[in-house]
Antibody, heavy 121, light 110 residues
């Protein structure tokens, strides 16, 4: 059974940092691209970042570029998101998701339960 | 801001058929990128419902079907059941934003 378990969320002040983790099981982690997707009541679902199987390619939404860093450790079946210079608008539930692709675009076939991040003073 | 537009809500009686539209543009759906759909029950994570416009993952009932035409896509739910009450999101890729994009979401009430 595929399982993705996030951790690391919490309350942080504006300008602060947070590192999210996602431990995965039930599939060969190193065979898949992985993503972080966030959800806010106001903006709905938003893709944040992707990372290739071996970590050699990373993609980010514009609002995350320069502030967030996605990494992975295939030996530990783990995905990470280092978030710096956090802003109030980064407040959201953050989901770890496995990536698969159809003929012309990719999608998220398994999701974790999410870890909440609140940026507030 | 979401670039894929969905109706905020749709409703139907048990057994009826409802459809949810997903309107895009020439840089996403209209550019030929496939559309995928997710179901999110209250308090849970999204779950993949349809991939590649019309493919159901194992375990998804055939009451759910997807289609795509031009710059838009649709999700149909036939034989509506109480357990189908949830939020539904479409998703595709946008070549102008260079990002995976989601729809605004639709709440289905049975």
């Amino acid at each position: 059974e595929v399982q993705l378990v996030e951790s690391g969320g919490g309350l942080v002040q504006p300008g602060g940092s947070l590192r999210l983790s996602c431990v995965d099981s039930g599939f060969t982690f190193s065979d898949y691209w992985m993503s972080w997707v966030r959800q806010t009541p106001g903006k709905g679902l938003e893709w944040v970042a992707n990372i290739k199987h071996d970590g050699s390619d990373k993609q980010y939404v514009d609002s995350a570029k320069g502030r967030f860093a996605i990494t992975r450790d295939n030996a530990k079946n783990s995905l990470y998101l280092q978030m710096n210079s956090l802003r109030a608008e980064d407040t959201a539930m953050y989901y770890c998701a496995r990536v698969d692709c159809s003929r012309t675009s990719c999608y998220f076939d398994y999701w974790g339960q999410g870890t909440p991040v609140t940026v507030s003073s | 801001q979401s670039v894929l537009t969905q109706p905020p809500s749709v409703s139907g009686a048990p057994g009826q058929r409802v459809t949810i539209s997903c309107a895009g543009s020439s840089s996403n759906i209209g550019a030929g990128y496939d559309v995928h759909w997710y179901q999110q029950a209250p308090g849970t994570a999204p779950k993949l419902l349809i991939s590649g416009n019309n493919r159901r993952p194992s375990g998804v009932p055939d009451r759910f079907s997807g289609s795509k035409s031009g710059t838009s896509a649709s999700l149909a739910i036939s034989g509506l059941q109480a357990e189908d009450e949830a939020d539904y999101y479409c998703q595709s890729y946008d070549s102008r934003l260079i990002a995976y994009v989601f729809g605004t979401g639709t709440k289905v009430t049975v």
